[in-house]
């Protein structure tokens, strides 16, 4: 599934036509127009690079200027925007899978604070605007599988969160980073009904945080992030359930002991810490050894069978070794 010519990845001598399926392709070329509209209204930075366009208070649909990076595309059919942007879990707006795209349009993406903060030597409240500035905006094409058994692929853009933690410099006692996301009830309707403790927060594991998948996401299909989608800052783990993937962050906390995490604290014995996509270990409630893909797969096709770690194995399977992945589900 990785793009490979004689063992590496594919270089820029390829043409991208050749080695890409339309969808993709067709995305990448949305990507260089929205470069070429940077650089025609002057934000293009000193090396020539285009600079995020987002500068704007109402940010929706704003073109965000970000090199394809080819090591991070899926070759999978890339699901539709519309379907993205309305096939959605973000309890903060209900539960239904319309209800975000109907509802979160009280989410105020601008201004935003991200506070980065705990056991590093470089504490920091990012305004959205620098947070955008930290590293060249990449897109990256990566899978999504939620835990309830159906999938997505995704034109994200963002940074490696790696990024942001070497700025952050985290001490000895850094073994975990927390994220926490926002609880405004002016801003969530959904908060008003007590299904999981407010506010929505996840962790990973402080290799799992600095591995190079792992995106600091702002945006998706060449465009700002939708509010349905975790605006205006959210985290990508494609190796994990969806549901680690926490959205409209407002917090990345470096801890020394595993923190809690919302699903976790729900039901124990249904969402672990690690949640790795593992086609070998059932949900108590439903197999999860296959997917349906939003889009692509109707009720009566037969279901595609779940990769080990999404897909990336290659990339991850080295972060967990020695462990049981069936106690450390
Ligand atoms: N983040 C917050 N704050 N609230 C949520 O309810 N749902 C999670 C995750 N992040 C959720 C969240 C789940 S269950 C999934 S599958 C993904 O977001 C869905 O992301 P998407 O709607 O962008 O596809």
């Given at each position: 599934?990785?793009?490979?010519?004689?063992?590496?990845?594919?270089?820029?001598?390829?043409?991208?036509?050749?080695?890409?399926?339309?969808?993709?392709?067709?995305?990448?070329?949305?990507?260089?127009?929205?470069?070429?509209?940077?650089?025609?209204?002057?934000?293009?930075?000193?090396?020539?690079?285009?600079?995020?366009?987002?500068?704007?208070?109402?940010?929706?649909?704003?073109?965000?200027?970000?090199?394809?990076?080819?090591?991070?595309?899926?070759?999978?059919?890339v699901?539709?925007?519309?379907?993205?942007?309305?096939?959605?879990?973000?309890?903060?707006?209900?539960?239904?899978?319309?209800?975000?795209?109907?509802?979160?349009?009280?989410?105020?993406?601008?201004?935003?604070?991200?506070?980065?903060?705990?056991?590093?030597?470089?504490?920091?409240?990012?305004?959205i605007?620098?947070?955008?500035?930290?590293?060249?905006?990449?897109?990256?094409?990566?899978?999504?599988?939620?835990?309830?058994?159906?999938?997505?692929?995704?034109?994200?853009?963002?940074?490696?969160?790696?990024?942001?933690?070497?700025?952050?410099?985290?001490?000895?006692?850094?073994?975990?980073?927390?994220?926490?996301?926002?609880?405004?009830?002016?801003?969530?309707?959904?908060?008003?009904t007590?299904?999981?403790?407010?506010?929505?927060?996840?962790?990973?594991?402080?290799?799992?945080?600095?591995?190079?998948?792992?995106?600091?996401?702002?945006?998706l299909?060449?465009?700002?992030?939708?509010n349905?989608?975790?605006?205006?800052?959210?985290?990508?783990?494609?190796?994990?359930?969806?549901?680690?993937?926490?959205?409209?962050?407002?917090?990345?906390?470096?801890?020394?002991?595993?923190?809690?995490?919302?699903?976790?604290?729900?039901?124990?014995?249904?969402?672990?810490?690690?949640?790795?996509?593992?086609?070998?270990?059932?949900?108590?409630?439903?197999s999860?050894?296959?997917?349906?893909?939003?889009?692509?797969?109707?009720?009566?096709?037969?279901?595609?069978k779940?990769?080990?770690?999404?897909?990336?194995?290659?990339?991850?399977?080295?972060?967990?070794?020695?462990?049981?992945?069936?106690?450390?589900?």
């Amino acid at each position: 599934m990785w793009i490979k010519r004689n063992g590496h990845l594919s270089g820029d001598d390829i043409a991208r036509s050749e080695i890409t399926p339309r969808e993709v392709f067709e995305n990448r070329r949305r990507v260089l127009r929205a470069l070429g509209a940077a650089a025609a209204t002057g934000l293009v930075g000193v090396n020539g690079e285009a600079l995020a366009t987002m500068t704007s208070p109402d940010a929706k649909g704003q073109k965000l200027a970000a090199k394809t990076n080819p090591k991070y595309v899926v070759t999978d059919k890339v699901t539709s925007f519309k379907d993205i942007t309305t096939y959605n879990n973000y309890y903060e707006f209900g539960t239904d899978k319309s209800d975000p795209a109907q509802n979160a349009h009280s989410l105020r993406p601008r201004p935003w604070k991200l506070s980065v903060e705990g056991a590093i030597k470089n504490p920091k409240v990012y305004d959205i605007d620098e947070l955008l500035k930290i590293a060249p905006l990449e897109e990256r094409v990566y899978r999504l599988r939620c835990v309830e058994g159906w999938s997505m692929v995704i034109p994200w853009v963002g940074v490696s969160l790696s990024e942001l933690i070497k700025r952050a410099e985290p001490t000895g006692n850094a073994k975990y980073v927390q994220f926490i996301t926002l609880a405004d009830p002016s801003q969530m309707p959904g908060l008003s009904t007590p299904i999981l403790e407010w506010p929505y927060s996840e962790g990973l594991r402080m290799d799992e945080a600095m591995h190079p998948l792992t995106l600091l996401t702002v945006g998706l299909y060449g465009e700002v992030l939708p509010n349905q989608n975790g605006a205006p800052v959210r985290i990508i783990v494609p190796w994990k359930y969806g549901f680690k993937s926490a959205k409209s962050l407002v917090k990345i906390r470096f801890v020394e002991k595993e923190p809690p995490t919302s699903w976790n604290t729900y039901a124990p014995t249904e969402y672990g810490f690690y949640s790795n996509v593992n086609p070998n270990v059932d949900h108590p409630r439903w197999s999860q050894a296959t997917e349906r893909r939003i889009g692509e797969d109707g009720f009566f096709t037969p279901k595609r069978k779940t990769l080990m770690f999404n897909g990336y194995a290659d990339q991850v399977a080295s972060l967990y070794q020695g462990m049981d992945l069936k106690k450390n589900f």
